[in-house]
């Protein structure tokens, strides 16, 4: 329960009374392009975290694949192709309004992370799409994001965490499975019927 007469903060000189001023190092790390560090951790990613910003609010998905999936076309365009899900499409329909997108980086068993924040364009351009096939499957959409900001962020959230650290990883079986959640979650969808739809899902593979 949230009390009724929560503190609440409502500017931003309120705010940053609350922090020491920030290091050099934090405030003046921001760049306009990916320089050769922010290009090699590109290379070495097998995943990052995309978020959009629709008409409805913000919104937010994982993206993975083989690393280097995240192409560096030059030092200011990234591709991100866009491979078989849910086709929700959430983040897409977003930034058909809304260009501005930003990347969480991560590279596993690595602490710090690479944050890009740019504008987006959906292509579905094959010149620029067969490069980023696997499998021999080349993506039929892609985003083209142009490169306004790129900085590494510290590693303290993933020291804190112990993200990468197997000792801390859950017993699966402690949670319930995907489609029973689902289940629970969607008014109406029986057991069996969300096993079917898995399967369909699984027969559309990964690529």
Known sequence: MIPGDISLIANEMDL??????PMSRASDKVLNHLDFHCQSILALSPFCILSSQGPEGADISP???????LRVLDDRHILLPDRIGNNRLDNL????????????V???????TLRVNGCAKITDDKRLLEDSSVRGKAPNIGLLIAVKEAFLHCP?????????DPSRFIDR????????MLTDHVEGLSAEESERQGEIMTKRGLY
């Open 93 to 104: 329909v977003n930034i058909l309004n809304h260009p501005e997108v930003g990347l969480l």
């Open 16 to 21: 940053r009374e609350r922090y020491p001023k």
């Open 173 to 180: 079986s402690s949670l319930p499975s995907y489609t029973a």
């Open 106 to 112: 991560l590279v596993p068993g690595m602490n710090e």
């Open 156 to 164: 303290k959230a993933f020291v804190r965490s112990g993200l990468w």
């Open 63 to 69: 993206r993975g694949d083989p690393p280097g999936f």
